[in-house]
Every structure is written in C-alpha cells, then in structure tokens.
C-alpha cells in the first residue's frame, strides 16, 4: 500500500484525534478551561456576554462533491459557520467537530481535511475544542461543525427589525458562488481566470466576520441575515421576520466583473442563477440612511465592499416579499431558493 491509498484504520479513531485534530486547539484563544481528551470541554464565556451558537452539517454528494478537495473542503466547514456569526455580529471562539467516516476513507483525505480546517481555524483565532469521530456504513462522509463565539448581552443582530425605508445593503458580490457551482458540474461554461475566480468562491467563502463584529459595535444595523440559500431567497427571510417586504433595483445588484461577463456570454437568463443560486455567504443588513455616514469608515477597515441595492417597504398583502426590479419591470426569479425538503 502507498501513503496516499494508507486507510485512516491505520491510525485509528484515538490517533485521528490526538494526531490531526487535537493540534487545532488554536493557542491564545480565550475561555478555554479543558479542551480536546476529556469527557467534555469546558469553556468560560465572558461575563458580560452571550454565547451565540451555531451549527451545520455538510454531507457528501449533496453539500460537496467526493472529489471536492479535501483541504478547501476543511476550511469550507469553518467558513459556512463564521458566515452564521458573522450575520449575528459575534466573535468566534470555540468549534466542536463530529465527522462520520467510511471505513475506506484515505488517511490523506484525512490529513488534508485537518490542515485546511487548521489553517481557516488560526485565521480566525477559533479553538476546535472537541467533537466525535465515528465510521458510517451508509454511504458518505458527513461533517458537522458547531461554533461558538460570543456577543455583549442584547446586542447580536438579527433578522428582525428592518424598518420601511431602511437600506438594503449587501456585502462583496452576489452569484458568483452558484455561477462556480454551474462550471464544476460542467453547466457552465466559463474561461481561463473566470472559471477560477467563480469556482474559488464557490469552495471558499469569505465570511464577513469582521465586519459583523464592527457593525455590532457600532449598533448601526437593524436587521441582518448571510446569504446562504440565494440572495432572494435570503432577503425574503429578513423580511418575513422583520414583517416588511423589499424593493431591489436589479441595476444596483453587485455582480462581479467575472458574473458580468458570464450574463453577456451566456445569455441573461443566468441571472436568475445570480439571485437565487445561492452560498454567498455575504451579508444583508438593513440600516437607515443617515447611518451611511458610519458604515462608510467600517467598510474600509474591513476591506469589505458594501452596495446599497434598495429599500425596505410596508408588506402588503397578496404581494411578493421581495420585488427585484429593471427599469420599473419585475424581474421572475426562483424565490425559493434552496430548500432540503
Ligand atoms: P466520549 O467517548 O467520552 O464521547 P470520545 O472518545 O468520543 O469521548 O472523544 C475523546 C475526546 O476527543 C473528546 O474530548 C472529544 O471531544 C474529542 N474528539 C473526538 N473526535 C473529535 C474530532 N473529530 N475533533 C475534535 N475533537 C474530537
Ligand atoms: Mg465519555
């Protein structure tokens, strides 16, 4: 057998653990009373803040590809769930990992999972401090990841709040994630640095975590969701919790250079996929015009573009949530987005 055929029963599931996993208990973390090797971990939350926590599973075959590359596909596992904090304006501090292994699975698959969970792990100065490891004999591999991370008492956002007249603000670029799904699967065909560009953001989100943090502290922010499931999809969400509905101007839609020219080669309709495709993992938040003057500071020390896409607006019944309009036209869209069952 070769290194790279070598099974992770070569190690086993206490050798995974202290050989891969227990070195991403990132040093310098706060809280951390008791860490990976005992029972459970034991951790000190800051006394005047509240623990915000989340969690997501990605399974083989329906989050990613078996041949998605396993060091993206760790620090991928990281980012969707900085995305959650970020959305709620928390700093992350401690994960919990649980993985469920095939038997079969090559060390090296292993190996590279931990290094790139590793790597997004002391990025973002998150202590993995614990989890479960177990084998699977019904069919692939599947990861949940639970982070925690801490917000001062009443202050996390949320999704309830936007106001009629509130901004629309979004964060980076919308669709180039789904775009990046669509030339993987071959759907799409896009050139040369495009291809790369689009995929890259499909296997590796940028979560806005310092901005969230920033846009906490500075109580700017009405309202906040991440785009997970599609943008439409997404804002819909906002605005059923906040009660109210939304007016998009389809031109004001920050589409990347590379999205831009894929609508221009391939045809309009693509932007449907834009604005619904989903996994952007950026940020929407509602925010009243006078505090453009605030953000405006926030977003450069976190070299983090913002667009002002639209407003909020009374919901009126029988009306859509969300109106993405050109030029006075209501564009059609999937507004679902994606949904497991
Ligand atoms: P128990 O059987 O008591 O639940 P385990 O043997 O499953 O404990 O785990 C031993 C230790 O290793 C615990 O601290 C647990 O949190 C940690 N651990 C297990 N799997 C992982 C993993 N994939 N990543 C990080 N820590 C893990
Ligand atoms: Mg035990």
């Given at each position: 057998?070769?290194?790279?055929?070598?099974?992770?029963?070569?190690?086993?599931?206490?050798?995974?653990?202290?050989?891969?996993?227990?070195?991403?208990?990132?040093?310098?973390?706060?809280?951390?009373?008791?860490?990976?090797?005992?029972?459970?971990?034991?951790?000190?939350?800051a006394r005047t803040q509240e623990l915000v926590i989340t969690t997501d599973t990605l399974v083989e075959g329906m989050h990613f590809a078996a041949d998605m590359d396993p060091y993206l596909l760790g620090r991928k596992t990281l980012l969707v769930n900085l995305s959650d904090l970020a959305a709620m304006g928390a700093t992350p501090h401690w994960a919990l990992l649980s993985l469920a292994l095939p038997p079969a699975t090559a060390l090296h698959w292993a190996k590279e999972f931990?290094?790139?969970?590793?790597?997004?792990?002391?990025?973002?100065?998150?202590?993995?401090?614990?989890?479960?490891?177990?084998?699977?004999?019904?069919?692939?591999?599947?990861?949940?990841?639970?982070?925690?991370?801490?917000?001062?008492?009443?202050?996390?956002?949320?999704?309830?709040?936007?106001?009629?007249?509130?901004?629309?603000?979004?964060?980076?670029?919308?669709?180039?994630?789904?775009?990046?799904?669509?030339?993987?699967?071959?759907?799409?065909?896009?050139?040369?640095?495009?291809?790369?560009?689009?995929?890259?953001?499909?296997?590796?989100?940028?979560?806005?975590?310092?901005?969230?943090?920033?846009?906490?502290?500075?109580?700017?922010?009405?309202?906040?969701?991440?785009?997970?499931?599609?943008?439409?999809?997404?804002?819909?969400?906002?605005?059923?919790?906040?009660?109210?509905?939304?007016?998009?101007?389809?031109?004001?839609?920050?589409?990347?250079?590379?999205?831009?020219?894929?609508?221009?080669?391939?045809?309009?309709?693509?932007?449907?996929?834009?604005?619904?495709?989903?996994?952007?993992?950026?940020?929407?938040?509602?925010?009243?015009?006078?505090?453009?003057?605030?953000?405006?500071?926030?977003?450069?020390?976190?070299?983090?573009?913002?667009?002002?896409?639209?407003?909020?607006?009374?919901?009126?019944?029988?009306?859509?949530?969300?109106?993405?309009?050109?030029?006075?036209?209501?564009?059609?869209?999937?507004?679902?987005?994606?949904?497991?069952?």
């Amino acid at each position: 057998m070769t290194a790279r055929q070598e099974s992770i029963a070569s190690l086993g599931e206490f050798g995974l653990i202290r050989e891969l996993f227990a070195p991403l208990q990132t040093p310098g973390v706060p809280g951390v009373v008791l860490g990976i090797g005992d029972d459970a971990a034991v951790l000190t939350p800051a006394r005047t803040q509240e623990l915000v926590i989340t969690t997501d599973t990605l399974v083989e075959g329906m989050h990613f590809a078996a041949d998605m590359d396993p060091y993206l596909l760790g620090r991928k596992t990281l980012l969707v769930n900085l995305s959650d904090l970020a959305a709620m304006g928390a700093t992350p501090h401690w994960a919990l990992l649980s993985l469920a292994l095939p038997p079969a699975t090559a060390l090296h698959w292993a190996k590279e999972f931990a290094r790139g969970l590793g790597e997004a792990c002391r990025t973002f100065s998150v202590a993995l401090v614990g989890g479960d490891t177990v084998s699977t004999t019904h069919g692939g591999t599947v990861i949940t990841l639970t982070l925690m991370g801490m917000a001062g008492q009443g202050r996390a956002m949320t999704r309830k709040g936007a106001t009629p007249g509130d901004l629309i603000c979004v964060t980076g670029t919308i669709g180039d994630s789904a775009l990046g799904l669509a030339v993987r699967q071959g759907r799409l065909k896009a050139e040369g640095d495009d291809a790369v560009f689009l995929t890259d953001r499909h296997q590796l989100p940028s979560p806005r975590v310092a901005l969230g943090v920033k846009l906490l502290d500075a109580a700017i922010v009405r309202a906040c969701i991440d785009v997970s499931d599609g943008f439409a999809a997404d804002l819909g969400h906002l605005c059923e919790a906040s009660g109210v509905a939304a007016e998009v101007d389809a031109d004001r839609m920050p589409y990347s250079p590379a999205a831009r020219r894929q609508l221009t080669r391939h045809g309009p309709e693509w932007e449907s996929t834009l604005l619904s495709g989903g996994e952007d993992y950026e940020l929407i938040f509602a925010m009243t015009e006078g505090a453009m003057e605030f953000l405006t500071p926030l977003c450069e020390e976190t070299k983090t573009p913002v667009t002002v896409v639209g407003r909020f607006i009374e919901a009126a019944t029988g009306e859509p949530r969300v109106r993405i309009r050109r030029g006075g036209e209501l564009l059609r869209f999937s507004q679902e987005g994606w949904r497991h069952f």
